[in-house]
């Protein structure tokens, strides 16, 4: 059931669009503002008119931008008085942002009025509020950012995770990781048994920290409960090819990667249109060469999967790049609806619990037993 039809709060706030999927949006994070967030949502609206839209921010610029793409009718103000900028401290903002759109946008959610939650703000922030007001899920000791990654694989795609919620995780953290990623693999990639890799500076069992050989343990004893494939170790070189879907990390590795590949990704981008454009007979050579070159700048636009999911709390976050136009913000709604419509929530804890210690308090409403069929979670 739907935030919509669930009408969750008492004063009828919640839209009255039975059957529809509901996205709180904070309309006023990120580097471009809300012509960014607001274009964004037109975008996902033209495309998908079973979504329905919650606008968080400052109603004198939010109610322009709203007439201007004719979104009346798909939307529903809620004016904030203040924005979380990119240099405030998270401490801050847990304890003076309520005010705020970003504080706004995960209320909706923590109500049910909102399936799911989208901002491009500050991600420190954006964390640290979602975790104040959502709470984790029972078994998870620390929520994690999982993001895409292009690759060889049979999606196109692999999930690593934590890609910087939390620089630190033990053997236990990571198995949790694991059940997270793979349960995320299932239902945003359609992997019916996703491979699951822990990231090492070699694929030896014998080398990595010692929380790293328990982890691996830990996951090659949980493959059932998990419904994964654990391949074991894999190394930086693996990241973007067919050997794993899920890629398993602590955050301070993992946003390092995550930096790393961008960073190269323009790098070799400006390389290459430096060398295309560095003689007549290279601008030639571009031009025959235009559909491929094309084809390849589709493959890697970041754009296409902009949207790092927020994993293990009681409710879907989805942070969107802070530069996100708004072609990269309509994928960041597009991914919030997709796991909105699978039900992906209570799937996830469903699978975290099924590997919790015997006796363990495990999610309300989750099945502690769940089918291992791969549809499931």
Known sequence: MTAAEMQASPQGKAPATAGAIVISIDAMGGDLGPEATVGGVAKAARAHPDLHFLLHGARDQLEPLIAQHDLRGRVDLRHAERIVTMEDKPAQVMRSGKDTSMWSAIESVRDREADVAVSCGNTGALMAVSMIRLRKIPGVNRPAIASFWPSRGPAGWNVMLDMGADVKADAEDLLTYALMGSSYARNALGLDRPRVGLLNVGTEEHKGRAELKEAYELIEQAQEAGAFDFIGFVEGNDLPADRADVIVTDGFTGNVALKTGEGTAK??????????????????????????????????????????????????????????DATGFAAAIEMAARLAKSGFGAKLAARVASALPSGQDVATGADPAPEKSESST
């Open 267 to 324: 790098f070799i981008s400006a390389l290459m249109r430096e060398a295309l454009t560095s003689s007549l007979l290279s601008k030639l050579g571009a031009l025959l060469a235009m559909g491929a070159l094309k084809k390849l700048q589709a493959k890697v636009d970041p754009r296409r999967a902009n949207g790092g999911v927020f994993l293990g709390l009681n409710g879907t976050v989805v942070k969107s790049h802070g530069a996100a």
